[in-house]
């Protein structure tokens, strides 16, 4: 198995071209970067990054109202040294907590490097009200809190235990991040030496499988995952990311440090209504971003479609793109697209910018007919798996045919391994479903102040991620075998006969479904499962359309209230669903809404209870269908 030392300090990518534009050579060390340890490291390697040529060097780049900023790399390293030495000047030391309360912004990304520059350590998070901002304040001890606005101020402003209050926005009476930085810039503090297993961060986790948990995570276990992925996804100094994921997430930090790492400019969304207008006037080359994304943008394509040419058109590309995958891979090798398909790849380049090359997606498994429509039309899949204890990865890579439906192979450097649910001891082998361990440098230091779940979770440097999956083969190299994730053990429940059932792996097959948005199957002890579904209201439309049924536009959850349209969607789903064996739900209902705050948190996970809660009746009718039937 390749060792992390292997692929870095090594080629990031294969230079085909050794100058730019304007024949200025490209220096060596563009393409072939240090070994890091630590965030100091990386903010020391940021001022390597000199404009050269036609490449500006530009770190950071953003626009409010119409305005635009940009940060030169040595601008962002001078402001992260600045920010450290202020923190000093403020009397805190090496290992206090600072907590960050905001939205992903420019400024997020600096103070975090500064925070970590001194040796001190970011929590960060973003709060909605007052007892969970106070409480986060409480657990981690913070004794600075850096809030992004007036909204987030108000909220823990009364905190007594708070020795400094700064915002990143302009408050009245309240120190700006711009004042930290005239105190940083006249300091002459010395700033103090970070180790490889220094805390860098407490990230509380969002709550899927029950109350927050505070991970603590080291320098390194950050440019661990970051230098394991860099040269998977061959991104380099060239690229330019769109960055619009929650800041506070682990998964949008590693993007942006490997964008830092290889001198890539990150392109800051200001809300998520703009990605489209972004993508189309900032042309990205790389994006990472969740899965209900991609399929936003997806989504978007079909339209655009659907606007320049006929239903039979869209019908047929749908088959083509998404089940034909001999096809597929005939029209990759040959070249010879059929000219129907020629309309939806201008379709996807026109949308996504035009230079959109990389498309990263992590925090949940991408749908298959996405990943076979997005690598019909030419784009490099990169799909990642891990948890926030791993920061976050454990497995991912750039996907072919050969691999599209797994999340690729464990990265350099760590070790997996699937152990029996009943029998922790027990390693099973290839395509056995069980329990994913991680062992590697990625790994969490622990929980903050919860010893005894952290020696339930880390055991001889083996993390319990607590999610089912197999691996497809059992080389030696490690990077011959893929990971397919099937559940989490968690979530597992049994009948009311004792039958085992993985309910992530239903809910994957009905969720591969276009018309289904999302899928919750329960049926713990009864006698069969049932399934709630939150539908595509734009295919419910559709099926409405087709139907000749006429409904409210401004209102398509409406339809749910249409027994003909629910009954043609209800088999529909049967339809799709009689195609694989196994156990499938005897009975469905539909439900109208699931966003952030209402069965899905933060990080637009679902929460299982909480839509059992959210919808009793529905699932009252499903029990009492279900165990009346049997």
Same mark, same amino acid.
């Given at each position: 198995?390749?060792?992390?030392?292997?692929?870095?300090?090594?080629?990031?990518?294969?230079?085909?071209?050794?100058?730019?534009?304007?024949?200025?050579?490209?220096?060596? &060390?563009?393409?072939?970067?240090?070994?890091?340890?630590?965030?100091?490291?990386?903010?020391?390697?940021?001022?390597?990054?000199?404009?050269?040529?036609?490449?500006?060097?530009?770190?950071?780049?953003?626009?409010?109202?119409?305005?635009?900023?940009?940060?030169?790399?040595?601008?962002?390293?001078?402001?992260?040294?600045? &920010?450290?030495?202020?923190?000093?000047?403020?009397?805190?030391?090496?290992?206090?907590?600072?907590?960050?309360?905001?939205?992903?912004?420019?400024?997020?990304?600096?103070?975090?490097?500064?925070?970590?520059?001194?040796?001190?350590?970011?929590?960060?998070?973003?709060?909605?009200?007052?007892?969970?901002?106070?409480?986060?304040?409480?657990?981690?001890?913070?004794?600075?809190?850096?809030?992004?606005?007036?909204?987030?101020? =108000?909220?823990?402003?009364?905190?007594?235990?708070?020795?400094?209050?700064?915002?990143?926005?302009?408050?009245? #009476?309240?120190?700006?991040?711009?004042?930290?930085?005239?105190?940083?810039?006249?300091?002459?503090?010395?700033?103090?030496?970070?180790?490889?297993?220094?805390?860098?961060?407490?990230? &509380?986790?969002?709550?899927?499988?029950?109350?927050?948990?505070?991970?603590?995570?080291?320098?390194?276990?950050?440019?661990?995952?970051?230098?394991?992925?860099?040269?998977?996804?061959?991104?380099?100094?060239?690229?330019?990311?769109?960055?619009?994921?929650?800041?506070?997430?682990?998964?949008?930090?590693?993007?942006?440090?490997?964008?830092?790492?290889?001198?890539?400019?990150?392109?800051?969304?200001?809300?998520?209504?703009?990605?489209?207008? =972004?993508?189309?006037?900032?042309?990205?080359?790389?994006?990472?971003?969740?899965?209900?994304?991609?399929?936003?943008?997806?989504?978007?394509?079909?339209?655009?479609?659907?606007?320049?040419?006929?239903?039979?058109?869209?019908?047929?590309?749908?088959?083509?793109?998404?089940?034909?995958?001999?096809?597929?891979? @005939?029209?990759?090798?040959?070249?010879?697209?059929?000219?129907?398909?020629?309309?939806?790849?201008?379709?996807?380049?026109?949308?996504?910018?035009?230079?959109?090359?990389?498309?990263?997606?992590?925090?949940?498994?991408?749908?298959?007919?996405?990943?076979?429509?997005?690598?019909?039309?030419?784009?490099?899949?990169?799909?990642?798996? #891990?948890?926030?204890?791993?920061?976050?990865?454990?497995?991912?890579?750039?996907?072919?045919?050969?691999?599209?439906?797994?999340?690729?192979?464990?990265?350099?450097?760590?070790?997996?391994?699937?152990?029996?649910?009943?029998?922790?001891?027990?390693?099973?082998?290839?395509?056995?479903? #069980?329990?994913?361990?991680?062992?590697?440098?990625?790994?969490?230091?622990?929980?903050?102040?919860?010893?005894?779940?952290?020696?339930?979770?880390?055991?001889?440097?083996?993390?319990?991620?607590?999610?089912?999956?197999?691996?497809?083969?059992?080389?030696?190299?490690?990077?011959?075998?893929?990971?397919?994730?099937?559940?989490?053990?968690?979530? =597992?429940?049994?009948?009311?006969?004792?039958?085992?059932?993985?309910?992530?792996?239903?809910?994957?097959?009905?969720?591969?479904?276009? @018309?289904?948005?999302?899928?919750?199957?329960?049926?713990?002890?009864?006698?069969?499962?049932?399934?709630?579904?939150?539908?595509?209201?734009?295919?419910?439309?559709?099926?409405?359309?087709?139907?000749?049924?006429?409904?409210?536009?401004?209102?398509?959850?409406? @339809?749910?209230?249409?027994?003909?349209?629910?009954?043609?969607?209800?088999?529909?789903?049967?339809?799709?669903?009689?195609?694989?064996?196994?156990?499938?739900?005897?009975?469905?209902?539909?439900?109208?809404?699931? =966003?952030?705050? &209402?069965?899905?948190?933060?990080?637009?996970?679902?929460?299982?209870?909480?839509?059992?809660?959210?919808?009793?009746?529905?699932? #009252?009718?499903?029990?009492?269908?279900?165990?009346?039937?049997?």
């Amino acid at each position: 198995m390749p060792k992390l030392a292997d692929i870095v300090g090594g080629s990031l990518k294969s230079i085909k071209n050794t100058f730019f534009r304007d024949n200025t050579p490209i220096p060596d &060390y563009y393409y072939h970067r240090p070994k890091l340890e630590t965030i100091q490291d990386l903010i020391q390697s940021l001022k390597d990054w000199k404009p050269i040529g036609d490449y500006r060097a530009v770190a950071i780049s953003s626009k409010d109202k119409k305005k635009r900023e940009e940060l030169t790399f040595s601008e962002l390293a001078e402001r992260a040294e600045a &920010y450290s030495r202020a923190f000093l000047e403020l009397g805190l030391n090496p290992g206090d907590r600072i907590a960050i309360y905001s939205k992903n912004n420019p400024r997020w990304f600096e103070l975090s490097l500064g925070i970590n520059n001194a040796v001190m350590v970011d929590v960060p998070k973003e709060v909605t009200n007052a007892e969970d901002a106070n409480k986060f304040l409480k657990h981690s001890g913070a004794r600075i809190v850096i809030v992004e606005d007036k909204k987030t101020y =108000d909220l823990i402003k009364k905190t007594k235990r708070l020795e400094h209050i700064i915002s990143i926005q302009k408050i009245d #009476g309240v120190m700006n991040v711009d004042d930290l930085l005239k105190i940083g810039r006249e300091s002459k503090k010395v700033i103090p030496k970070a180790e490889k297993n220094s805390l860098a961060s407490i990230i &509380y986790t969002s709550g899927t499988t029950g109350p927050p948990k505070g991970v603590m995570h080291s320098h390194n276990a950050y440019l661990y995952d970051m230098q394991a992925i860099v040269p998977i996804v061959g991104v380099n100094f060239k690229d330019k990311f769109l960055s619009f994921m929650p800041a506070w997430h682990v998964y949008e930090r590693l993007a942006k440090y490997a964008a830092a790492y290889v001198g890539a400019e990150t392109f800051y969304n200001a809300s998520l209504h703009k990605v489209i207008v =972004d993508l189309l006037l900032e042309k990205p080359t790389a994006m990472a971003c969740v899965p209900k994304m991609w399929e936003m943008l997806y989504n978007r394509i079909i339209d655009k479609v659907r606007k320049i040419s006929n239903e039979g058109t869209v019908e047929w590309i749908e088959k083509a793109v998404e089940i034909d995958v001999e096809n597929m891979k @005939l029209y990759r090798e040959s070249r010879k697209i059929p000219r129907k398909l020629k309309v939806v790849y201008w379709t996807v380049d026109k949308i996504l910018g035009g230079r959109l090359e990389h498309i990263i997606s992590g925090g949940a498994a991408l749908r298959e007919y996405l990943k076979y429509f997005f690598y019909a039309a030419g784009k490099k899949i990169a799909e990642g798996y #891990g948890t926030t204890e791993t920061a976050p990865l454990i497995a991912g890579g750039v996907q072919n045919l050969d691999n599209l439906l797994t999340v690729s192979s464990v990265i350099p450097g760590s070790q997996i391994q699937i152990r029996d649910p009943r029998n922790k001891n027990k390693i099973l082998g290839k395509n056995q479903v #069980g329990v994913i361990w991680n062992k590697g440098d990625n790994n969490m230091l622990g929980y903050w102040k919860n010893a005894r779940l952290t020696k339930r979770k880390l055991v001889d440097g083996w993390y319990n991620t607590g999610d089912l999956g197999y691996l497809d083969n059992d080389d030696v190299d490690a990077r011959k075998n893929n990971l397919v994730i099937t559940g989490r053990k968690d979530d =597992d429940f049994s009948l009311g006969n004792g039958e085992l059932i993985h309910p992530r792996t239903i809910e994957q097959k009905l969720e591969n479904m276009k @018309l289904v948005d999302t899928a919750v199957v329960l049926g713990k002890d009864w006698y069969g499962i049932g399934a709630l579904i939150l539908p595509n209201f734009g295919v419910l439309e559709g099926i409405a359309q087709n139907m000749h049924i006429k409904y409210d536009h401004a209102k398509p959850a409406s @339809l749910l209230d249409n027994e003909a349209v629910v009954s043609t969607a209800y088999n529909k789903i049967r339809d799709h669903m009689s195609k694989f064996d196994g156990l499938k739900p005897k009975r469905y209902r539909f439900i109208r809404k699931l =966003d952030v705050g &209402y069965g899905l948190n933060a990080a637009r996970k679902l929460q299982r209870k909480k839509v059992v809660e959210l919808y009793p009746n529905q699932v #009252g009718e499903l029990y009492e269908e279900i165990n009346r039937a049997a």
